[in-house]
C-alpha cells in the first residue's frame, strides 16, 4: 500500500481546480480575449441615438397599452381581406409546395436515389435554402408582378427546401430490414417505396407538414412588406400611420392562429405516432 | 439514534406506500431493508431525509424531529444524513472531484460553491476519501467516463464527505455484476465500521443483505413483517415477506469470506 | 382490415365502407379548399403579367450580370452590422431566455398555475411574429437603424431559445437532481449542480443554432431600416441598379453559407 500513499501525500494539502474546457492555455485565453475584444468593437461601432431612442420610449408604452385595446373595428375590412389573403396563400402553398417535396425528398435520399439524381435534387434543397423567403419574394415579384402569385410561389419555393431535406434525412435513417424485406418479395421500386418506405417515413412526413404549415402562416405575414400579398401590407401601413391599436389587433391574430396551428399539429403528431 | 413513530405516507393515487412504521436505530448499526418490489422501501428511505412528504407521523435524528423542520432547517439536517442511490445518480457532466465535493453543498455558500472554490480542508478530505476507495488518480475524469462500480464508489465518497451520522443507502447494487456487488456492499460496511455510521440499506439480494449487515427489516405493503439478526431469516420468514417460493438456494450458508479480498 | 363475404367468398379490403367512404369525403374537401384558394389567388392576379415573365426575367438577368464587384468596397461597413446585429441579438436572447425557460419549464417553475402560462405566452407571442415586424414596430418606436435590429432579432429568438431550452429542462435526470438536494443543498446550489450541467450541452447547441439563423434574418432586416446588408439592398432596389442587386444576393448567400459551416463545426466540436 505504499504508491498509494505517497500518491496521497502529494495531493493533500493542494488547492484543486476544475480542468478546463479548453486544455490548450493558449487557445483558450485568445478565445476568450478574442471574443471580449468582438464585443468591445460591436458596442463601439453601433451608433444609438439616445435622445431618440428616450423619445420613443413614450411611443412604446402607447403601443404596449394598445394590446390592452386592440381595436378590430375600424380597418375590419382590410384585416379581414388581408387575412383570409394569408391564409389562402398558406393552404395553397403548402399542399402544393408538400407535394412537390415529397418526389425530391426520394430523389435526394442516397438509399434509394440513384446517384446523378440524387445530385440534382441535392442542389434543388441547397439553393431554396440559401435563399431567404423574403429575397425570393422580391425577385418574384419584380418578375410576376405585385399580388399573391408571388408569394404563393415564394412559400411552395421555400418548403420545398425545407421539406425536402428533413424526409430526406429521415429516409435514409430508416430501418433498411423492412424495406429489403418488401424488395425481396419481388417488389418493382415504385411497390417497394408503397410498402417498403412509406409506412415508415408517413408520421414523419405529417408532423414536418404540419410544422411547416406553421411556418408558412408567419412568413405569409411579412411578404406583404415587399407586395407579394397577405396581411404584411396592411399591418405595414397600421405601423406607418402610427395605428398602434390596429397593429395590436393584427399581431393578436397572428399569434392566435399560430398558437391555434401548433395546438392542432400537436394533436394530430399524437394521433399519428 | 434515528427514531420513526407511525411514519405514513399515502400517495395522491390512494396508494398507501409505509403503514405506521415504526423503527428505532442505535448509533452505529448497520440495517438492511429487505422486500418485494413496491413495498415500500425506497419511500421509506426518502421520507427519512423528506426527498419524499411523508403524510403523517414522526422522524427523530438524534433527538431533533424533521417532519415540522422548515426549508433551511431541513437543509442543515439533510447534511447529517449522506445518501447513495441506485443509479449512483452523478452528475454525468461534472468531474469525480467535483461530485465528491457537491457533497459539502450544505456546508458551503452558493458563491462558493459556484466558483468551485472549496477549503482547503473539503478538498484534502475528498482526495482522502477517493484514495480510500482507490480512485484519488481519476479525480478530474467526468463522472461519464467511469465504470458502474467506479461511479457507484464516487457516490459512496460524496455521502462520506457530508461527515454524516447515518447513511441512506438506496438499493446500491442493483445495477452492478455480482463480485462487484459484493465489493461495494464490503466497502459500504467497512466504511461504515471505521466511522461509527448506522445506515439503513435498501436492497433486493437477500444472501448479500445476510453476509454483511447486523440486523435484517423486512417490510411487506408498506408494514415490518420482521425484524431480527440476519440468521434468523428462515424459509418461512421470507414466505412471509416475498410469497410462496423456494427458498432453500437462496439463503447461502456463508462460509470462507472468500476470494476478492483483494480487488 | 375486415375481411367481407361476397357470394361465399371471402374477399378482404383495406378499409371498411364507412372508412373508405369517409376517406374519399375527406380528399374531396381537401381539393375543394385548394381549389377555392387557387381561384382566389388566380383572381387576385394579373395573367398578363405573368405570361410576360419569360421576358422580364431575362431581362433582369442581362441587366444583373455580370455583377458591379467594384461596389463590394462599400459592403465591409453593412456587412459588419448585419454580424453585429445577429450576434449581440442572440447574446441578448439568451440572457433573457435563460430565466423564461426556468420559469416555463415544468419541474422548475416556482408556481404552475400563475407563472408557467404567463412565461409560456412570452414565449408564443415572441416566437409566432417575425423578425422582420419586430423590425417595423422598433423602428416605428426607437428610429430606424442598427440598435432596432439588435432589439428586434433578441426578442425574436427569445421564445425560440426559451421553447428549445424549457424542452431540455424538462426532460433533465431527476435523480441527479434528487442527488444533489440529498446533500442540503440550497435551491440555487441544486440549480447550479443538478440541472445547469444537465442542460449546458442544449444550450449551446441552442445558441449557435439560433446564431446561425439569425445571421439569415438579419441580411434582411435592412429592407424595412434596421441596418445592416439589407439596407444597400433596398436602395439599390429602389433605384433599380441590378448589378449592384446581385453582388448584394452573392455576398448574403455567401455569409449563410459561412454561417451554416461555422455553427456546424461548433456544434460538432461541442457534442
Known amino acids: 500500500m505504499s504508491a498509494p500513499d505517497t500518491d496521497l501525500q502529494r495531493l493533500v494539502g493542494k488547492p484543486w481546480k476544475k480542468p478546463p474546457f479548453i486544455q490548450r492555455n493558449w487557445l483558450r485565453w485568445t478565445l476568450i480575449l478574442g471574443f471580449f475584444a468582438y464585443l468591445v468593437a460591436a458596442f463601439m461601432t453601433i451608433e444609438v441615438n439616445w435622445s431618440r431612442v428616450y423619445e420613443g420610449l413614450e411611443r412604446g408604452k402607447q403601443f404596449v397599452l394598445a394590446f390592452t385595446s386592440p381595436d378590430f373595428t375600424t380597418r375590419s375590412g382590410d384585416i379581414y381581406e388581408g387575412m383570409v389573403e394569408s391564409i389562402v396563400m398558406t393552404v395553397a402553398a403548402s399542399v402544393v409546395g408538400i407535394g412537390i417535396s415529397i418526389p425530391i425528398a426520394l430523389g435526394a435520399a442516397r438509399n434509394v436515389a440513384p446517384l446523378p439524381v440524387y445530385l440534382i435534387c441535392r442542389s434543388i434543397i441547397a439553393i431554396s435554402r440559401a435563399l431567404q423567403e423574403i429575397i425570393v419574394a422580391i425577385l418574384l415579384v ?22 425536402s431535406k428533413l424526409l430526406a434525412e429521415d429516409i435514409e435513417s430508416m430501418d433498411r430490414v423492412q424495406a429489403e424485406a418488401i424488395k425481396a418479395s419481388g417488389a418493382r421500386w415504385s411497390q417497394w417505396i408503397n410498402y417498403g418506405v412509406q409506412p415508415q417515413v408517413m408520421p414523419r ?4 407538414s404540419m410544422y411547416r404549415i406553421d411556418i408558412n402562416f408567419r412568413e405569409s405575414a411579412i411578404l406583404g412588406l415587399v407586395g407579394a400579398g397577405g396581411i404584411g401590407a396592411t399591418l405595414n401601413t397600421a405601423f406607418d400611420r402610427y395605428e398602434y391599436d390596429t397593429a395590436a389587433a393584427i399581431l393578436l391574430i397572428i399569434i392566435v392562429i399560430v398558437m391555434a396551428l401548433e395546438y392542432l399539429s400537436g394533436i394530430i403528431r399524437a394521433r399519428v405516432q | 439514534m434515528l427514531r420513526l413513530e407511525k411514519l405514513v ?72 444524513m449522506g445518501m447513495i442511490f441506485q443509479e449512483y445518480a452523478l452528475v454525468e457532466r461534472l468531474t469525480v472531484m467535483e461530485n465528491v465535493l457537491s457533497g459539502r453543498l450544505g456546508y458551503v455558500g452558493f458563491w462558493r460553491s459556484f466558483l468551485r472554490k472549496y477549503p482547503q480542508t473539503d478538498v484534502d478530505e475528498a482526495f482522502r476519501l477517493l484514495d480510500r476507495v482507490g480512485l484519488a488518480h481519476m479525480a478530474d475524469k467526468r463522472a461519464d467516463e467511469l465504470s458502474g462500480g467506479q461511479r457507484q464508489r464516487v457516490g459512496i465518497c ?59 427489516i423486512g417490510l411487506r405493503f408498506g408494514a415490518i413483517e420482521f425484524d431480527g439478526p440476519p440468521d434468523a431469516l428462515t424459509p418461512d420468514v421470507l414466505t412471509t415477506i416475498y410469497g410462496e417460493e423456494d427458498w432453500e438456494a437462496t439463503i447461502e450458508k456463508i462460509d470462507g469470506e472468500d476470494d476478492e479480498a483483494a480487488e | 382490415m375486415p375481411v367481407l363475404e361476397t357470394e361465399g367468398l371471402k374477399q378482404w379490403h383495406r378499409r371498411t365502407g364507412r372508412e373508405s367512404l369517409g376517406h374519399w369525403v375527406m380528399w374531396l374537401i381537401g381539393v375543394a379548399v385548394f381549389a377555392y384558394c387557387w381561384q382566389q389567388i388566380s383572381q387576385a392576379t394579373t395573367w398578363f403579367f405573368v405570361w410576360d415573365a419569360p421576358t422580364i426575367a431575362e431581362d433582369i438577368w442581362t441587366r444583373a450580370t455580370p455583377p458591379k464587384w467594384e461596389y463590394i468596397t462599400q459592403l465591409g461597413k453593412p456587412i459588419w452590422d448585419t454580424l453585429n446585429i445577429a450576434t449581440l441579438g442572440t447574446i441578448i436572447a439568451l440572457v433573457l431566455a435563460v430565466p423564461v425557460a426556468f420559469l416555463a419549464a415544468r419541474n422548475t417553475t416556482p408556481s404552475a398555475l400563475v407563472i408557467r402560462p404567463i412565461a409560456l405566452l412570452i414565449i408564443v407571442a415572441t416566437r409566432s ?44 435526470d431527476e435523480t441527479q437532481v434528487e442527488a444533489i438536494k440529498a446533500t442540503g443543498a440550497s435551491r440555487w446550489q441544486v440549480m447550479a449542480y443538478g440541472i445547469v450541467p444537465q442542460i449546458l450541452p442544449a444550450f449551446a447547441g441552442i445558441a449557435v443554432f439560433r446564431w446561425d439563423i439569425n445571421i439569415r434574418e438579419s441580411t434582411v432586416l435592412g429592407l424595412v431600416g434596421a441596418g445592416g446588408i439589407g439596407l444597400q439592398l433596398s436602395s439599390s432596389l429602389n433605384v433599380l441598379a441590378w448589378p449592384q442587386v446581385s ?13 451554416e459551416w461555422v455553427s456546424a463545426k461548433v456544434r460538432g466540436a461541442i457534442i
Not at chain 1, 404563393?152 to 418548403?159: E, G, K, P, Q, V
Not at chain 2, 405506521?20 to 418485494?36: K, M, N, W, Y
Open chain 1, 205 to 208: 412526413l405529417i408532423g414536418l
Open chain 1, 142 to 163: 419584380a418578375i410576376f408582378g405585385f399580388g399573391p402569385l408571388a408569394g404563393f410561389l415564394t412559400l411552395s419555393f421555400a418548403t420545398i427546401g425545407f421539406l
Open chain 2, 9 to 80: 405516507k399515502t400517495y395522491k393515487t390512494g396508494d398507501q406506500a409505509l403503514k405506521a412504521v415504526d423503527l428505532d436505530i442505535p448509533e452505529g448499526q448497520v440495517l438492511a431493508l429487505i422486500g418485494p418490489s413496491g413495498a415500500g422501501k425506497s419511500t421509506l428511505i426518502r421520507c427519512i431525509n423528506r426527498l419524499v412528504e411523508p403524510t403523517s407521523g414522526k422522524v427523530y435524528l438524534a433527538g431533533n424531529e424533521l417532519t415540522e423542520l422548515s426549508a433551511g432547517a431541513l437543509r442543515k439536517e439533510r447534511r447529517r
Open chain 2, 158 to 216: 460524496r455521502a462520506l464527505i457530508q461527515d454524516p451520522a447515518l447513511l441512506l443507502v438506496d438499493e446500491p447494487t442493483a445495477s452492478l455484476d455480482p463480485k462487484t456487488s459484493r465489493q461495494i456492499m464490503r466497502l459500504i460496511c467497512e466504511l461504515c465500521k471505521e466511522r461509527g455510521l448506522a445506515a439503513i440499506i435498501n436492497i433486493h439480494d437477500v444472501a448479500l443483505a445476510q453476509m454483511f449487515v447486523q440486523r435484517v
Open chain 3, 129 to 172: 411574429i417575425n423578425s422582420l415586424i419586430w423590425a417595423l414596430l422598433l423602428i416605428a418606436i426607437i428610429g430606424p437603424g442598427v440598435f432596432a435590429g439588435v432589439i428586434a432579432i433578441a426578442i425574436r429568438s427569445i421564445g425560440f431559445c426559451a421553447k428549445l431550452l424549457y424542452e431540455a429542462i424538462e426532460e433533465i
Open chain 3, 247 to 259: 453582388l448584394i444576393l452573392l455576398v448574403i448567400l455567401a455569409a449563410v453559407v459561412i454561417s
